[in-house]
């Protein structure tokens, strides 16, 4: 079992910057590909952003949002910079058992708690 801690989350103005953490438990993670979502009220759950040796970002967020991974701490990092009051979203880590990278959340094995990131204009 791997458990998935996010932290990092809290209000930002827009153009502002935000960091999160994915804080992986119970087995590393360095074979596992990791991704995160956000589901903003009333919608449906999307990718964000993925890492396994490659990594992929939703149109979304590309040129603003940067993945990577610590694998000595079995950390994934979510670097968000130009916020947008569109960014505004429950932003949730998961894993799944296999090195490659989907992009729909029914094809994830573990998930975070969720941490809330707000954008105020």
């Known amino acids: 079992q791997v458990q998935l801690v996010e932290s990092g989350g809290g209000l930002v103005q827009a153009g502002g910057s935000l960091r999160l953490s994915c804080a992986a438990s119970g087995r590393t993670v360095t074979n596992y590909a990791v991704a995160w979502f956000r589901q903003a009220p009333g919608k449906e759950r999307k990718i964000v952003a993925a890492i396994t040796s490659l990594t992929y970002y939703a149109d979304s967020v590309k040129g603003r949002f940067t993945i990577s991974r610590d694998n000595a701490k079995n950390t994934v990092y979510l670097q968000m910079d130009s916020l947008k009051p569109e960014d505004t979203a429950v932003y949730y880590c998961?894993?799944?058992?296999?090195?490659?990278?989907?992009?729909?959340?029914?094809?994830?094995?573990?998930w975070g708690q969720g941490t809330l990131v707000t954008v105020s204009s």
């Open positions: 998961a894993a799944r058992g296999a090195a490659l990278i989907h992009t729909s959340a029914s094809r994830y094995d573990y």
